[in-house]
């Protein structure tokens, strides 16, 4: 158990709607990455978030937002959802060395989404 | 050009054979660099971690960094069923924007 928690585990919606993933960090990471994995393109880094600030932007579309709350969970939101956004939505968190992130990421289990 | 390169296999091996699995990259500005195993419908789980080049050591596991040729390597000894999984190499860089990059994975199958 990597201490990442992430619901839904699995969603099932229609194309053109809006969905809402969640994420809790390990206890004492500040930080929160969003990875989307489909078979076809790997894992892909969509956003990063430190202690509720935007850090790093990934290939997230413009349908996609996200947001890191002051309690840390963060959230992932996918609208006007199609069928090519069926895919796992995973969230991970890091630990901050006095040397800054080092990019040792502890995911959850994933959210897997089904567009149809 | 991806920015790192990883054959996705699959990699069929029997049980004992040493394991072989690699990445290259082109940014050099890379620093860190992670082996991450994913099994099937789980989440990635960091397996090395190594700063810079240099050698890691870990149980049966050895990370290899070679910086000046953008290519790093993970060797799996005395392999065991129970490593069947996608190995995932992983890079990133402390530099304006921190983000962690991966490979496709790569497929492992160890055969009993």
């Known amino acids: 158990d990597s201490g990442v928690t992430q619901t839904p585990k699995h969603l099932i919606t229609a194309t053109g709607q809006r969905v809402t993933l969640r994420c809790s960090p390990r206890s004492g990471d500040l930080s929160v990455y969003w990875y989307q994995q489909s078979l076809d393109q790997g894992l892909q880094f969509l956003i990063q978030y430190y202690n509720g600030e935007e850090r790093a932007k990934g290939n997230i579309l413009e349908r996609f937002s996200a947001q890191q709350f002051p309690d840390l969970h963060s959230e992932l939101n996918l609208s006007s959802l199609e069928l090519g956004d069926s895919a796992l939505y995973f969230c991970?968190?890091?630990?901050?060395?006095?040397?800054?992130?080092?990019?040792?990421?502890?995911f959850g289990e994933g959210s897997r989404l089904t567009v149809l | 050009q991806k920015e790192v390169e990883q054959d996705p296999g699959p990699l069929s091996v029997p049980e004992g054979a040493i394991v072989s699995l690699n990445c290259t990259y082109s940014?050099?500005?890379?620093?860190?660099f992670m082996w991450y195993r994913q099994y099937s419908r789980k989440g990635p789980e960091l397996l090395m971690y190594t700063y810079s080049s240099g050698n890691k050591e870990d149980g049966r596991f050895t990370a290899q960094v070679d910086k000046s040729s953008k290519y790093i390597s993970l060797f799996i000894r005395d392999s065991q069923p129970s490593d069947s999984a996608t190995y995932l190499c992983?890079?990133?860089?402390?530099?304006?924007?921190?983000?962690?990059?991966f490979g496709a994975g790569t497929r492992l199958f160890v055969k009993a």
């Open positions: 992983a890079m990133s860089a402390n530099t304006g924007g921190f983000k962690t990059i």
């Open positions: 991970a968190s890091s630990v901050r060395r006095e040397r800054g992130n080092t990019g040792e990421l502890f």
């Open positions: 940014n050099s500005a890379f620093q860190y």
